[in-house]
Nanobody
Framework: QVQLVESGGGLVQAGGSLRLSCAAS????????MGWFRQAPGKEREFVAG????????YYGDSVKGRFTVSRDNAKNAVYLQMNKLKPEDTAVYYC??????????????????WGQGTQVTVSS
């Protein structure tokens, strides 16, 4: 069982930056693929970024490529999402998710077994 807790959301002006953190419980965290998703009101949950267990591979959604960076620190049981050049369309609740299989980075939400409660990111124009 893994518990995930996101933090770092807030209100920021367009062009600004935020860094989200996800703290994970459980000894097996270092073997999990981790992902970030977001969901805006009235929209489906969208894949944002993912990182392999070893940090050797990362994968980004098209809408955030070149602006967002995902990283992890297995010693701290944490994964991060650095968000730069934020746009109003980035406004959403951001979720951290864990895939215990660790085989590859999936952009499909149902491939992730564990989810955090989400943190709100609001970008004003």
């Amino acid at each position: 069982q893994v518990q995930l807790v996101e933090s770092g959301g807030g209100l920021v002006q367009a062009g600004g930056s935020l860094r989200l953190s996800c703290a994970a419980s459980g000894r097996a965290f270092s073997s999990y693929t981790m992902g970030w998703f977001r969901q805006a009101p009235g929209k489906e949950r969208e894949f944002v970024a993912g990182i392999s267990w070893s940090s050797s591979s990362t994968y980004y959604g098209d809408s955030v490529k070149g602006r967002f960076t995902v990283s992890r620190d297995n010693a701290k049981n944490a994964v991060y999402l650095q968000m730069n050049k934020l746009k109003p369309e980035d406004t959403a609740v951001y979720y951290c998710a864990a895939d215990p299989t660790g085989w590859s980075i999936s952009s499909v939400a149902r491939e992730y077994n564990y989810w955090g409660q989400g943190t709100q990111v609001t970008v004003s124009s």
